[in-house]
């Protein structure tokens, strides 16, 4: 299955800020999803991205807030902008290892903001 | 949409058999996944479902009947190491994304 690599594993922001998460995978994949883990929830779609053309963002998720670039098979970044409070959660990709293989998942963006 | 339910939390003993169960009611269906996240970790991948019937990977099985839109995951001969949350997962068929069910706590006591 695919390793990936997900940088920063945590960060405490000033709101108002923003924050650039990375996500670097050890092969070429086509789709790459971005999710939301709230404290005590479960995982919440943000978007999936593409190589090559727009994110395709889930209800509630904007690109104005939640940017996200694609520049090739194996590498993409969510953008956390404009920061409140309320954007403190873990922030994880993911990418699918096909068929019965499920989806791999980053080891997580934990994030706080204050 | 997809609309996936869960029970919140349950507890078990050591050495002992516990089934999670889930029931999804889907616009679309490609497989029924379920992952373990232990607290402050990412989900890892348990078990995958497309057909009805049982698949079975050492101590951990998952079932699923696709008529009744409902699936399990049971756990045999429980270990302390296996206190996590259970998620089930239901994949679109179109888009290739996944949605989650909120997710069983699952606490094992000796």
């Known amino acids: 299955s695919a390793v990936i690599s997900q940088k920063p594993s945590r960060d405490i922001c000033q709101r108002g800020t923003s924050l650039t998460i990375q996500c670097q995978v050890d092969s070429q994949v086509t789709m790459m999803f971005w999710y939301r883990q709230q404290p005590g929830q479960s995982l919440t779609l943000i978007a999936t991205a593409n190589q090559g053309s727009e994110a395709t963002y889930e209800s509630g998720f904007v690109i104005d807030k939640f940017p996200i670039s694609r520049p090739n098979l194996t590498f993409s970044t969510l953008t956390v902008s404009n920061m409140s409070p309320e954007d403190s959660s873990i922030y994880l990709c993911?990418?699918?290892?096909?068929?019965?293989?499920?989806?791999?998942f980053g080891s997580g963006t934990r994030l706080t903001v204050v | 949409g997809q609309n996936i339910d869960q029970p919140t939390e349950m507890t078990a003993t050591e050495g002992a058999i516990v089934q999670i169960n889930c029931t999804y009611q889907t616009s679309g269906f490609n497989g029924l996944f379920w992952y373990q996240q232990h607290a402050g970790e990412a989900p890892t991948f348990l078990s995958y479902?497309?057909?009805?019937g049982l698949e079975e990977k050492g101590r951990f099985s998952s079932f699923l009947s696709r008529s009744k839109g409902y699936s399990y995951l049971l756990l045999k001969e429980l270990q302390m190491k296996d206190s996590a949350s259970y998620l089930c997962a239901v994949r679109d068929p179109n888009a290739g994304k996944s949605t989650f069910g909120d997710g069983t706590t699952l606490t094992v006591k000796p």
């Open positions: 479902n497309v057909l009805d």
């Open positions: 993911s990418v699918a290892t096909g068929g019965a293989g499920g989806y791999t």
